[in-house]
T-cell receptor, first 113, second 109 residues
Framework: NAGVTQTPKFQVLKTGQSMTLQCAQD?????MSWYRQDPGMGLRLIHY???????DQGEVPNGYNVSRSTTEDFPLRLLSAAPSQTSVYFC????????????FGQGTRLTVV | KNEVEQSPQNLTAQEGEFITINCSYS?????LHWLQQHPGGGIVSLFM???GKKKHGRLIATINIQEKHSSLHITASHPRDSAVYIC???????????FGKGTLLTVNP
């Protein structure tokens, strides 16, 4: 079991570029989510999915898109990168949304210049 | 709105000391997660609890539902325990997690 795998680990983008952060899990978890972590703030939810084909917005969704075509994969797309999107991004998964342990990826450190 | 507050923000201890990190939360939270994040590293789940107490090795987590308060204790602390400890409340629509800002623990040898 690899758990939750995020790629890349580091990325530098120029303002206006687009990119996709990959997230895959091999635990057959239905619930997956993306967070961003900024200094002095708690992790904030960007988007989440309760199963294949179902996604919804979290607390800070603007500038990001997601899709969930399979149970395993939950990519996060930055449409037109902005310096305000400089952050560390974490993908997480759990068997169900409630009362179950959450598993996190190793994080992606993104810098937008 | 669900809110989670942690204290202290920073904590420095000597090896062997007993550590307590506190987490208070607002109404609407049905379970509480404790997470660990080493510098530059990923996030690891330590505990998920909705009542009582859980223990794993030198780590103990307790929750008091009535007082809306949880604590994470580390007995016989060690420098490898140095990390950021994060509590997160689960609740509301779709059981989303609301995170505290974290407690940076440094254990000196």
């Amino acid at each position: 079991n690899a758990g939750v795998t995020q790629t890349p680990k580091f990325q530098v983008l120029k303002t206006g570029q687009s990119m996709t952060l990959q997230c895959a899990q091999d635990m057959n978890h239905e619930y997956m989510s993306w967070y961003r972590q900024d200094p002095g703030m708690g992790l904030r939810l960007i988007h989440y999915s309760v199963g294949a084909g179902i996604t919804d917005q979290g607390e800070v969704p603007n500038g990001y898109n997601v899709s969930r075509s399979t149970t395993e994969d939950f990519p996060l797309r930055l449409l037109s990168a902005a310096p305000s999107q400089t952050s560390v991004y974490f993908c997480a998964s759990s068997y169900s949304p409630a009362n179950t342990e959450a598993f996190f990826g190793q994080g992606t450190r993104l810098t937008v210049v | 709105k669900n809110e989670v507050e942690q204290s202290p923000q920073n904590l420095t201890a000597q090896e062997g000391e007993f550590i307590t990190i506190n987490c208070s939360y607002s109404v609407g939270i049905s379970a509480l997660h404790w997470l660990q994040q080493h510098p530059g590293g990923g996030i690891v789940s330590l505990f998920m609890l909705s009542s009582g107490k859980k223990k794993h090795g030198r780590l103990i987590a307790t929750i008091n539902i009535q007082e809306k308060h949880s604590s994470l204790h580390i007995t016989a602390s060690h420098p490898r325990d140095s990390a950021v400890y994060i509590c997160a409340g689960e609740g509301g629509s779709n059981y989303k997690l609301t995170f505290g800002k974290g407690t940076l623990l440094t254990v000196n040898p």
